[in-house]
Nanobody
Framework: QVRLVESGGGLAQAGETLKLSCSFIGDDFKTYAMSWFRQSPGTAEREFVAGISWNGELVNYVDFAKGRFTIVKDTPKNLVHLQMNSLKPEDTGVYYC???????????????WGQGTQVTVSP
């Protein structure tokens, strides 16, 4: 059974940086695509933020993350990171780590989820 544990969320001011990490436990990490999703306040849906293929060769970002966020898969350490620079108040939300075999951008396609980590960005 796969278990994902996020860390690194917290409070930041606009323009600052945060780095989220997700620890993968329980299966062969290198065979999984990894992704980050976000659930904004007052919404029920998790929206795709960034994803990386099992081998790290294919990376995708949602438009608002391009140029500001970077996803990195550290296979030897079973970790995936999301470096978030130039944070904006609208980046506030709960960030979830996801694992799947198909490098999906759809929340419905994710096989395993972490518990989420809160990110709050003040003006």
């Amino acid at each position: 059974q796969v278990r994902l544990v996020e860390s690194g969320g917290g409070l930041a001011q606009a323009g600052e940086t945060l780095k989220l990490s997700c620890s993968f436990i329980g299966d062969d990490f290198k065979t999984y695509a990894m992704s980050w999703f976000r659930q904004s306040p007052g919404t029920a849906e998790r929206e795709f933020v960034a994803g990386i293929s099992w081998n790290g060769e294919l990376v995708n970002y949602v438009d608002f993350a391009k140029g500001r966020f970077t996803i990195v898969k550290d296979t030897p350490k079973n970790l995936v990171h999301l470096q978030m620079n130039s944070l904006k108040p609208e980046d506030t939300g709960v960030y979830y780590c996801g694992a799947d075999y198909t490098n999906t951008k759809l929340a419905s396609g994710i096989d395993y989820w972490g518990q989420g980590t809160q990110v709050t960005v003040s003006p």
